[in-house]
């Protein structure tokens, strides 16, 4: 059997474009990520700071290659690429300088919308006793304990991100945290591992909200 090379694409980025895309579109199918909403980007490179991000305003079950664009740092296009990036990309720069993540998701499901709100008083939740909290970085038991801070939504992303900055500053071991009436942000070291992370969270989210009486959308 013989590989057909001229079926691979042969820019990176172009790869990661399509990896992306794929992501995205798997999110989209599993319920977290209804028409435009979530945002997700990959980070290409860290000195200087470069981002491939979701522009704002795709759909994500229609999303394709070219619905992505490159920011720097400041959350703005790089010189030559017109398109226009999420309103939360700056979200997406701090934990990318926080935590030096290869990849940052973040999704719209119903349960850890409505959990964000449940929790959003007492600024987040633990997770524990869970084995699929060994799906989480790091995670070798599920006597861990894994705090979800939530926190309340806001429409200034620059005001926003340095309350990001905050608390990946206070707990640097996080996994991820919650927007409150909003939903998840989780990263990894790459693509693959920030899409496990948001498997494992969201079928946690589920669990946590089946167990205090929210119902499943379907």
């Known amino acids: 059997m013989t590989n057909n090379f001229d079926d691979l694409p042969q820019d990176p980025e172009q790869a990661t474009r399509q990896a992306l895309c794929r992501v995205v579109h798997e999110a989209h199918a599993q319920g977290w990520c209804w028409g435009t909403s979530g945002n997700f980007s990959v980070t290409l490179d860290h000195q200087p700071l470069r981002l491939l991000i979701t522009q704002s305003g795709r759909d994500k079950r229609r999303l ?98 340095r309350t990001v900055d905050a608390l990946l500053a206070e707990r640097p071991s996080l996994h991820g945290f919650l927007i409150a009436g909003h939903g998840l942000y989780t990263w990894g070291a790459n693509l693959e591992q920030a899409q496990r992370h948001v498997e494992i969270f969201e079928f946690l989210f589920e669990c946590e909200a089946r167990k205090i009486g929210f119902q499943p959308l379907n």
């Open 64 to 161: 394709t290659v070219d619905d992505f664009v490159v920011v720097g740092r400041d959350g703005r296009p790089v010189v030559g690429d017109t398109g226009r990036p999420s309103a939360e990309t700056l979200l997406h720069t701090s934990i990318v300088a926080a935590t030096g993540s290869g990849a940052t998701l973040h999704t719209h499901s119903v349960a850890s919308t409505l959990l964000s709100q449940q929790f959003s008083p007492q600024a987040g939740f633990t997770l524990s006793g869970y084995e699929m909290l060994k799906g989480l970085e790091g995670i070798e038991t599920h006597r861990a304990e894994v705090f979800v801070p939530s926190l309340a939504n806001a429409q200034d992303m620059t005001a926003f991100s």
